[in-house]
């Protein structure tokens, strides 16, 4: 089980993190990835992070290249999104989720952001 | 890109569903998933590989194709079963995309 938290409300041109913990052993053998959700264009893939023993390298999508940020504490079970110059187009619910092969299952429950003066 | 239609399915319980999932460029089987989405909630696992049911999905789900079209078919439809649904596409960009949806009503 994936259990978010962090989501609020932040003014454009601010920064926010995060936060996914995992329950159990295997979060650290784990590929995570976090996706968003938008009305506009629906679900996104934002990017991933591999394991430790997969060299704990990342890979975004290209619109979330340079400002969003993926990275995880194993000893906590967690992994983390930081998001800096916050747009309002970035205002959406994110869902971390866990790398299945070529599918994600389980989700997190999804935490809103919303970015707005 | 991938391309879900229709854009709105609406049904009756006790009917068959059809939806649609193109893409742009042929894909492996092992490359497409198929999500169910309740209002409020996180997307869950529905087909997995094209074709393979996730844990706990009832038998009524049946996913199919290939190549660049790829369908779910719900045999009989349940209460439960009215939602959203999102296919999935993995290139190895790396990169994951989503469908725009189906909402079935």
């Known amino acids: 089980q994936l259990l978010q938290s962090g989501g609020q409300v932040v003014t454009p041109g601010g920064s926010l993190t995060l936060s996914c913990e995992g329950s159990?052993?295997?979060?650290?053998?784990?590929?995570m990835s976090w996706v968003r959700q938008t009305p506009g264009k629906g679900l996104e893939w934002v990017g991933h992070?591999?394991?430790?023993?997969?060299?704990?390298?990342?890979d975004y999508a290209t619109p979330f290249r340079g400002r969003f940020s993926i990275s995880r504490d194993d000893s906590k079970n967690t992994l983390y999104l930081q998001m800096e110059s916050l747009r309002p187009e970035d205002t959406a619910v994110y869902f971390c989720?866990?790398?299945?092969?070529?599918?994600?299952?389980?989700w997190g429950q999804g935490t809103q952001v919303t970015v707005s003066s | 890109v991938l391309t879900q239609s229709p854009g709105t399915l609406s049904l009756s319980p006790g009917d068959r569903a059809t939806l649609s999932c193109r893409s742009s460029?042929?894909?492996?089987?092992?490359?497409l998933a198929w999500y169910q989405q309740r209002p409020g909630q996180a997307p869950t696992l529905v087909i997995f590989g094209a074709f393979s049911r996730a844990i706990g999905v009832p038998a009524r789900f049946r996913g199919s194709g290939s190549g660049t079209n790829f369908t779910l078919t719900i045999s009989r439809l349940e209460p439960e079963d009215f939602a959203v649904y999102y296919c999935l596409q993995y290139d190895p960009s790396p990169m994951y995309t989503f469908g725009q949806g189906t909402k079935l009503e």
């Open positions: 460029q042929s894909l492996s089987t092992n490359y």
């Open positions: 159990g052993s295997s979060f650290s053998q784990a590929w």
């Open positions: 989720t866990t790398e299945d092969n070529f599918w994600f299952d389980p």
């Open positions: 992070i591999r394991p430790a023993t997969n060299g704990g390298t990342t």
